[in-house]
């Protein structure tokens, strides 16, 4: 599980779609949430968008795997695509906020690896958020001053990316999830197969060694 948080607007759902362009067995959790859809985003797609009262029944049934209040609004993880997902051999990733990677981390600390990625400066941040035109003036600046909260939290994470040049930024996360992939512990099938190098009872190749 790769859990992705930054303040909004840092850039984290770019970096999150170059990633998956770029990774064949990566899949994006995608959310429930109850703020309203944004232009261009898509049912199913970018959130699962449902109504406060389906959330909490949903959430009381202990269908998501974390979930948080962001802005007045419900966001949360459904539990069962990321266990089929999970239990498929495919890596997950999430894009979620500090509260939600909190909530990963205390539930399997040996299976997440978290990032964070932070703005290369306020008003780049606040640019960046201008930029996306998705929000009205009074969003906007709940969002920068949830930034400096978000940001707060930068030390709780396993990575921290500062997401000035996009593709230097891309590439590093690409290094990430590549060097944690073949850490000893998440490679299991290591222990036989070292075994079968290690062991002693080698005769030789009856073959020449593969000439
Ligand atoms: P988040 O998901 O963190 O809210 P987005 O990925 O939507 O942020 O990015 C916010 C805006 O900033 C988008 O318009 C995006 O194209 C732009 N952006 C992202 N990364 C960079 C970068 N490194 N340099 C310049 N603009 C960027
Ligand atoms: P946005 O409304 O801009 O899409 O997202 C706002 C914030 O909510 C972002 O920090 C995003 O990472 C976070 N978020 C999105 N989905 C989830 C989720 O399922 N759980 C948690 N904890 N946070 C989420």
């Given at each position: 599980m790769l859990a992705l948080s930054s303040p909004s607007g840092a850039g984290k759902s770019t970096l999150a779609r170059l990633l998956l362009e770029a990774d064949a067995a990566l899949s994006l959790s995608v959310s429930a949430t109850t703020r309203p859809r944004r232009p261009g985003e898509e049912d199913g797609v970018h959130y699962h968008f449902i109504d406060r009262a389906d959330f909490a029944a949903r959430r009381d049934a202990g269908a998501f795997l974390e979930w948080a209040e962001v802005f007045g609004n419900l966001y949360g993880t459904p539990r069962a695509p990321v266990e089929q997902a999970l239990n498929a051999g495919r890596d997950v990733l999430f894009d979620i906020d500090w509260q939600g990677a909190r909530q990963l981390q205390a539930a399997a600390p040996d299976d997440l690896v978290s990032v964070f990625i932070l703005p290369p400066s306020r008003p780049e941040l606040e640019a960046r958020l201008r930029g996306r035109g998705a929000d009205d003036p009074a969003s906007l600046a709940l969002r920068m001053a949830a930034a400096a909260d978000e940001m707060?939290?930068?030390?709780?994470?396993?990575y921290v990316l500062v997401n000035d040049d996009l593709a230097a930024c891309a590439s590093s996360l690409r290094a990430i999830l590549a060097a944690e992939r073949v850490r000893r512990r998440r490679q299991r099938w290591l222990d036989a197969f070292a075994a079968s190098l290690c062991s002693h009872d080698y005769k030789g190749d009856p073959d020449g060694g593969g000439q």
């Open positions: 707060s939290h930068w030390n709780e994470y396993d």
